[in-house]
């Protein structure tokens, strides 16, 4: 079996009707970090902070040809089971037609 390359991949998924999603993921954190403080001479100084780190996740796919968005914000960790949770709502989003490259 010979390798579409992606000119030959469009070509044929237009042809053919069908819709190509890119797919990714991101991963954003949020951390306390402090660059500088001041204080009294010989006094230590107190700096507050709830000392968590949050996180968000996103998957997004956009459509090649319309140009149209689809996220999902997950606040678990990235896994198997949530990208494959997310295919499937692209699935249904795009009526069992996406080619997803």
């Not at 990714?24 to 204080?39: M, R, V």
């Not at 709830?50 to 140009?67: D, E, H, P, T, V």
């Amino acid at each position: 079996m010979d390798t579409l390359h992606v000119p030959e991949l469009k070509k044929n998924a237009k042809e053919g009707g069908a819709i190509i999603v890119y797919g990714d993921e991101a991963s954003l954190q949020q951390s306390p970090t402090f660059h500088q403080t001041w204080a009294p001479v010989n006094v230590q100084p107190k700096v507050l902070s709830k000392r968590q780190r949050n996180s968000q996740k996103i998957f997004g796919g956009i459509a090649l040809y319309s140009g149209k968005f689809l996220y999902k914000h997950k606040e678990e960790n990235f896994h198997a089971e949530t990208y494959i949770e997310f295919l499937e709502e692209l699935q249904k989003h795009y009526y069992k037609r996406a080619l997803l490259c």
